[in-house]
């Protein structure tokens, strides 16, 4: 899961910081406030990738996505947008725990095939 959710949130990283140059030439937002919010979103994706497997890390990225979603009221685009990063994050978490279960079982299967 680690690998899959890591790969998203840098892909949301790279989003965000086109959209904040893109939303600093379309909308009546200060370049200070897009900067601090994109800033923000971006610091919090890259510690995710980190803490990924830590109790709450996937919430977090839930959070993140609805945020990401949400600023599709500053910049329309990003509702789009967002809902397919919201979708990545969703085959990222589902995916990724049905790899890690399949590495465990596999794992356990060769420690028993060790043992015998």
Not at 6 to 31: K, P, Q, W
Not at 37 to 64: F, N, T
């Amino acid at each position: 899961m680690r690998t899959l959710c890591s790969s998203t949130l840098i892909g949301e990283v790279l989003l965000v910081l086109f959209a904040a140059l893109v939303a600093m030439r379309l909308t009546d937002v200060s370049n200070a406030e897009i900067w601090t919010v994109s800033g923000i979103a971006m610091a919090l994706c890259v510690l995710l990738c980190g803490m990924i497997d830590r109790p709450g890390a996937v919430q977090i990225g839930w959070a993140l996505q609805i945020g990401l979603i949400a600023s599709g009221f500053v910049l329309p685009t990003m509702f789009g947008l967002g809902v397919v990063f919201a979708g990545l994050w969703w085959c990222s978490v589902h995916y990724g725990r049905k790899v890690d279960a399949f590495k465990a079982a596999r794992a356990a299967a060769e420690a028993a095939a060790v043992q015998a």
